[in-house]
């Protein structure tokens, strides 16, 4: 194959850190390159550098495109050299519709005026390319995070474009909707159109991509071909430097006796009265032990657990939440951080954290009380307290006066767990805690959620990843149309068991009372 792009020796600095040194690599037309390594690694940034984003004098290095070396100074400059990047934060606005949406900055014009039969007209082409089957004046709100992809696709494609950037595409996505989207890569690129593809699951990359750049520490340590037989475990040597033996720290569980439990829980969706999507839940987590959830994307975990902490999703109609025997009246979320509750969000960067803060600024957010004197913020105990989580969580920023927009996703996702940490609460609902970050991070925030559980507390973990589930929980419950459906020792649960439960409607007796454990 042809070489279409060649990135050499690219250095980019930010103040205080060098996210890339000498960075180099080599794409060929009409292949599906992946880019992997560790959260901070400078991924993002060396395809913002490719897209125009950090514009050409910003850092040093080529890009050489079609053998001719190219200097970028907007997104729109690579644009027109057919170079198009799909962020991993969807740039769509959702009150528009899809037409509106795909031609945003580049209308459908004639006389002046905006031609809406010739837009709509070639919007359908475009959908119908990407394999989305929705109407065109739909807004995008009213459609989901896999089918805004597509739009987003759809969108690049009506740029003429050559080279398709794609960071973390299937991140938010679920397993339908990621395999139809690695479907629709496969489909350009026998179309001719060359990808390049930022993703932390490797079985994806393994799956779909001819070639393996890695980068670690702002390097870019060598470049696999994905048909000389290379396997996860190949990627993840290169990526950490070293061999990780297994994905999930070791760790014999202390668990003790019972001290949450939710019984007969209902909840009515928030604009839908007479739709439950919580329905007569019953549980119970025990100190020392960590709890999973598992269910199909919409099947109601991240409703039970947002119902659960203050009431902050839904309409709530009956049940009970009892903390060490005693009933807890828990109607917002000041009452549930009082009790001890805390809940990571699935979406750090709408619910978790305000991008606008430093480090230290958001690591006491959720308890001010416990730095102020006299009704005033501590500045100096605000301080230590950040660069106490900054040591103890390894997050990997030189000052905790950085803003949270500058750091990684895994990093970010060690702040706000930084945050909730700081509240000392004895149960932490935890909501995707890994979702978006890389395995080193990922392995990281395992030992984590491993020491908090021997410190005592009660740990709910919630994932759409079943091998996650397996290798993290010592009990894991399965819920499937808002109704919790059965539940699983760590002995007996398997993919396989798990899936049966999480698709059947029928709720099974022996989860619903703790004596029957």
């Not at 027109?80 to 031609?103: D, K, M, R, Y």
């Not at 837009?119 to 995070?145: C, F, S, T």
Request: aromatic share 4%; net charge negative.
């Amino acid at each position: 194959m042809n070489t279409l792009l060649e990135m050499r020796n690219i250095t980019k600095e930010f103040p205080g850190v060098k996210a890339l040194d000498k960075v180099s690599m080599t794409v060929s037309e009409g292949e599906v390159h992946a880019i992997c390594g560790e959260n901070g690694a400078g991924k993002s940034t060396l395809m913002k550098v490719l897209s125009g984003v950090h514009p050409h004098g910003s850092y040093e290095g080529e890009i050489v495109l079609d053998g001719k070396e190219v200097a970028f100074n907007s997104i729109r400059a690579s644009e027109e050299a057919g170079i198009v990047i799909i962020h991993q934060e969807l740039a769509l606005i959702p009150e528009l519709s899809i037409t509106e949406n795909l031609f945003l900055g580049n209308e459908v014009a004639k006389g002046g005026y905006i031609h809406w039969p010739e837009a709509k007209r070639r919007a359908r082409e475009l959908m119908e390319k990407v394999g989305l089957n929705e109407d065109p004046d739909n807004a995008i709100k009213n459609i989901g995070v896999g089918k805004q992809q597509l739009v987003e696709i759809a969108k690049a494609l009506s740029k003429d474009v050559r080279l398709l950037i794609l960071d973390e595409p299937t991140a938010a996505l679920n397993e339908q909707d990621s395999e139809h989207l690695l479907g629709l890569i496969r489909q350009l690129r026998e179309r001719g159109l060359t990808c390049i593809m930022i993703s932390h699951k490797l079985n994806e990359i393994a799956a779909i991509a001819d070639s393996v750049t890695i980068i670690r520490d702002g390097q870019s340590i060598e470049t696999l071909k994905v048909d000389d037989g290379i396997d996860e475990d190949r990627i993840i040597r290169g990526m950490v430097g070293r061999e990780l033996e297994s994905r999930y720290p070791e760790h014999t569980p202390k668990i003790g006796e019972t001290f949450f439990e939710v019984k007969d829980w209902t909840v009515a969706h928030p604009q839908i009265p007479e739709r439950l999507v919580c329905k007569k839940s019953n549980f119970f987590v025990r100190r020392g032990e960590i709890v999973g959830f598992a269910g199909l994307m919409g099947a109601g975990r991240t409703e039970l657990a947002r119902s659960l902490f203050g009431r902050s999703y839904g309409t709530y109609l009956s049940g009970t939440i009892t903390k060490d025997g005693k009933d807890l009246k828990v109607t917002n979320v000041a009452d549930a951080i009082d009790a001890g509750i805390a809940y990571l969000t699935e979406d750090r960067k709408v619910y978790g954290l305000n991008l606008l803060d430093d480090i230290k600024a958001t690591v006491v957010s959720a308890d001010l009380q416990r730095i102020s004197r006299a009704g005033m913020v501590d500045s100096r105990a605000e301080y230590t307290r950040a660069e106490e989580y900054r040591n103890s969580l390894n997050i990997k920023t030189p000052t905790v006066h950085a803003g949270v927009i500058e750091l990684s996703g895994g990093n970010q996702q060690k702040v706000v767990l930084a945050k909730w940490l700081f509240t000392e609460p004895d149960l932490l609902i935890l909501d995707e805690p890994c979702r978006g970050i890389d395995v080193g991070a990922k392995y990281e925030i395992y030992g984590i959620i491993q020491s908090l559980a021997d410190q005592g507390k009660g740990v709910v973990v919630i994932s759409s990843e079943l091998p996650e589930l397996l290798g993290l929980s010592d009990r894991i419950y399965t819920i499937c149309e808002g109704a919790i459906t059965g539940v699983l020792d760590r002995e007996e649960a398997t993919q396989e068991n798990l899936m049966r439960l999480m698709t059947t409607t029928s709720t099974s007796n022996s989860t619903t009372s703790r004596e029957n454990q």
